[in-house]
């Protein structure tokens, strides 16, 4: 069973299809790089992956199921263009949070573990509004590993992060795929998300206009794949 | 059960969050003295006219103070794509909506409580006498308030001119409410309790928020997922 | 063909209406009221025309969020322009005979102020609908508000009816008299022929939908990349 299956998706804003016929597969331990201009339809389709939107016509399915259904949405962790915690409440109190949402046991227990795996700790009970940008994005990384998903989607994870960030996340998937679990990145960032995808595809005009092994070519010029599948 | 821990869970965000900032409260609570103060002015309260336009002004001043917590109740979801990751939680979008419900209906108490105090002292109407059965009515004709209310943030939350298209479309929807519940209150103010001209309001009101509760619940996944 | 259609049920309407309207104008004046009792022969047959409008507009949302294809969205905004304007014609035709026998120009009672409460109701309707850009989210987000305002509709009615028993006010077209049956035929073929002319008017309205959407799909793939 895939990981990840998309067969034949569309996605319509009224008669205009942003997503055409998508056909895509993802074993689990792997780690897909979604890469292609701006409007391409990558974070429409990260967004059909995750649940928020149904496609048009198509069929998805996560580890065999629905994207909607409960179960699977306990193994999904989303990282979007937005940190998903609360300005208002300390970054102890959102974990806690999330960590209740998932049904956790213990949830203080798990989110005290996630804030030192990301290094904010020492900052556990300030709120959110006081966090520096890098301290906010590491904190959207702990509350999308939390729960243990085995399925991860990440729409340009790398982007606006700082170093410190960066690798977190970095070691946190290197630890995830080494651990089994499936990963679907849309990029702007090549080179970082290279060095972690197994597989590549290129979307372009809603289409996947190449789905393959990451290459070394690929690792060495980053713009390769654009330069032979892309357009322009 | 997980469904009612799920909407504790929430609730308890919802007011843990509101009460920290405490934004929507005050905006509320500051709109509903306003509107007590301005309404004094616009006719001279002596016992009479007083008691008859009262309970019909009380409801309006909840219904418009309500409006400004209402429309928090998604709106506070947005900054950071918040949610997103609450549509994408293990939790049903009944429990999700249930438990923002909750949360405005407590905020919704508070904020009437408050006007009802005030408008005690404004007005000298004694709202005391009929105590229980006033709050019986306050407890179903806030529920309609909030149901409704939640829902149509829950669908306006996405669109531009939120705060404009929250009131344009509620308060149509709240006239059998609202009138039930005006209709119940002028008794009540007057020290009567609900008696055999008024007792069929009731039913009207718990019907309404019956009927309401259950479309909202069925379709608040539609609503929240594209 | 379609249009052929629409060309033959306008032409219809036309010709059931204007033969109505020769007849009516025949008919004695009423004891009471005089010549603008009339006006029944037009307020009722639109206000239950707009309902039916209203009915169609509910079970195309519900197929629209069932089966996502857009053309039951198009049905279900023009069928409600049209059933606003035929309420609103009531609302109109209402306040004329209101004010030529209650000397004023609005009465509260049950089915006026229901009638305009409903109005209200399916005008945040098209609010809506203006309100978001995005035609699949405005398709399915009216679709909601529009099984919400049927829902409505019944519960206003008997909120306002219990109101009314209980503040008794001026009581709009109390005929005194019983409807004699070829008039009642009268009144009968006026719905048919408002039905029809709905039904035109929706269909015309759906082509502007349907080309409004054409348009809107090619401007976005003419902008997007």
Known sequence: MHAVAVDGVWKYYGDFPALRDIRLESEPGSCLALIGRNGAGKTTLLRILAGFNRPGKGTVRIQGREPRETETRRNIGFIGHGIAVYDELSAMENLTLYAKLYGLDDPKRVAMHWLEQTGLERVRDGLVREFSRGMRQRLAVARSF???PSVLLLDEPFTALDDRAIAVLQRLLREGLAAGKTIVMSTH???EALELASHVALLNRGQVAFHGLRTPEMVADPGWVYARYGEG | MEFARQVLVIAAKDLRAELRTKEALNASAAFALVILLLFSFAFDPDAETTREIASGLLWIVFAFAGTLLLNRSFARELPNDCLDALV??????AALFLGKVLANYVLLIAIEMLSLVVFGIF??????VQFGQLMFVLVLGTWALTIMGTIFSALTVNIRLREVMLP????????PALMSAMQLTVGLMAGKPIGPETANWVP???????????????????VLVG | MRNTILFVLGIAAIVILGIDIYRIAGLPDERNQGAIFKIIFFHVPLAITAFGCATVAFVSS???????NFKYDAIAVSVTEVGLAFLAGNLITGSIWARIIWGVWWVWDVRLTSALVCWILYASYLMIRHAVEEPTQRARLAAVVSIFAFIDVPIVYFSIRLFRTQHPGPVFFSSSGSFPPDWSLILLFNLIALYMLGAVFSMIRLNQEDAQREIDSLRREAHAF
């Open chain 2, 88 to 93: 994408a939680a293990p939790v049903p979008g």
């Open chain 1, 146 to 148: 939390l729960h243990n």
């Open chain 2, 204 to 222: 009207m009101l718990i019907g309404f928020n019956v009927i309401y509760t259950a479309v909202s619940v069925f379709l608040v996944e539609t």
């Open chain 2, 168 to 175: 344009i479309l509620i308060y149509p929807f709240l006239v």
């Open chain 3, 62 to 68: 519900i197929l629209f969020l069932v089966k996502k």
């Open chain 2, 123 to 128: 007005y000298n109407v004694r709202w005391t």
């Open chain 1, 189 to 191: 960032q090549l080179r």
